[in-house]
T-cell receptor
Framework: DQQVKQNSPSLSVQEGRISILNCDYTNSMFDYFLWYKKYPAEGPTFLISISSIKDKNEDGRFTVFLNKSAKHLSLHIVPSQPGDSAVYFCAASESGGSNYKLTFGKGTLLTVNP | EADIYQTPRYLVIGTGKKITLECSQTMGHDKMYWYQQDPGMELHLIHYSYGVNSTEKGDLSSESTVSRIRTEHFPLTLESARPSHTSQYLC????????????FGPGTRLTVL
């Protein structure tokens, strides 16, 4: 049973517009969430994270929103650039867990068209 | 420059061969991980380590084994490769702290014929 779900396998947006990537989770013990970006044939690179004590975290063009009651988070990229085209993974962890492991979603392929 | 390295990047081998995938990090991180990922799928944790001489199995059952003799080195070994082992293998590391992000290597794309 998937605990972290990214229900949109792909998303296509125009350069300069907003990209919104969504992620849902089922485990109420998750309290730390991360977004990773992955290019083909490369490892994931960390983008941005958010703790469950916050509902928003911003870093440049990237903003992550967390809605704990809905068990939902989203990543906003504004403005989108062609170089943002990649697979985006949502991940979650339990701070009280013994191994700090991350549980990943299946990813969303973002394509930003010039 | 602190980083995490994986070799080889690509490997094509025949069934039954023994292989070792190398992973090294220069960040001094205590925790290290191995993930397996197929296209369009999530990353599955197959092994992790808290530190030297510590290894644990992850969520996804794997026929591979790991060792952690030095802090910076976390190799993964398959004694007898099979086509079902074809996948991308990603190594990661993190500090021993709650909520800290994991840093990933570039991955090894393994194809077993």
């Amino acid at each position: 049973d998937q605990q972290v779900k990214q229900n949109s396998p792909s998303l296509s947006v125009q350069e300069g517009r907003i990209s919104i990537l969504n992620c849902d989770y089922t485990n109420s013990m998750f309290d730390y969430f991360l977004w990773y970006k992955k290019y083909p044939a490369e490892g994931p690179t960390f983008l941005i994270s958010i703790s469950s004590i916050k509902d928003k975290n911003e870093d440049g063009r990237f903003t992550v929103f967390l809605n704990k009651s809905a068990k939902h988070l989203s990543l906003h990229i504004v403005p989108s650039q062609p170089g943002d085209s990649a697979v985006y993974f949502c991940a979650a962890s339990e701070s009280g867990g013994s191994n700090y492991k991350l549980t990943f979603g299946k990813g969303t392929l973002l394509t930003v068209n010039p | 420059e602190a980083d995490i390295y994986q070799t080889p990047r690509y490997l094509v081998i025949g069934t039954g061969k023994k292989i070792t995938l190398e992973c090294s990090q220069t960040m001094g991180h205590d925790k290290m991980y191995w993930y397996q990922q197929d296209p369009g799928m999530e990353l599955h944790l197959i092994h992790y380590s808290y530190g030297v001489n510590s290894t644990e199995k992850g969520d996804l059952s794997s026929e591979s084994t790991v060792s952690r003799i030095r802090t910076e080195h976390f190799p993964l070994t398959l004694e007898s490769a099979r086509p079902s082992h074809t996948s991308q293998y990603l190594c990661a590391s993190s500090v021993m702290a709650t909520g800290d992000e994991q840093f990933f290597g570039p991955g090894t794309r393994l194809t077993v014929l």
